[in-house]
């Protein structure tokens, strides 16, 4: 029989955070998308999908409201690039409201502070 020995100083695997999404139209044409969570590659196609029902209600300005989300990787930064390319070729914007600290940190170091509309 063998025997398993447990590592003391292993840190337990965090269970992962849900992202959570809801979106409001505050006046004609302007969707609001408020995000929280980590937007991660189990939660992108969430968000991409969320996107998507913005643009399929003609807002003609979507904000994206990220104040709430705790961690951001690269699928979460493609999703909102897509996003942005697709409300650029309509004519239409999308803006970062409020990136949290983590989501301020990676739109700097990938420069794409300078591409979004940040408010």
Same mark, same amino acid.
Do not use: Y
């Given at each position: ?34 995000v929280s969570g980590e937007l991660d590659i189990s939660?992108?196609? #969430? %968000?991409?999908? &969320?996107? +998507? ?10 904000? /994206?409201?990220? *104040? ?10 493609? #999703? %909102?690039?897509? &996003?942005? +390319? ?10 970062? /409201?409020?990136? *949290? ?19």
């Amino acid at each position: 029989m063998s025997r398993v020995e447990e590592n003391p100083g292993a840190q337990a695997a965090r269970p992962a955070e849900v992202a959570e999404f809801s979106s409001r139209f505050p006046t004609p044409g302007v969707g609001v998308l408020t995000v929280s969570g980590e937007l991660d590659i189990s939660t992108a196609g #969430a %968000l991409q999908h &969320a996107l +998507e029902e913005l643009f399929e209600a003609d807002a003609q300005r979507i904000e /994206v409201d990220l *104040s709430g989300v705790v961690f951001m990787d690269s699928s979460a930064l493609s #999703a %909102l690039v897509g &996003a942005h +390319e697709r409300a650029t070729k309509l004519g239409h914007t999308l803006a970062l /409201v409020r990136p *949290s600290p983590p989501c301020a940190k990676v739109l700097d170091i990938t420069g794409l502070d300078r591409v979004f509309e940040l408010i």
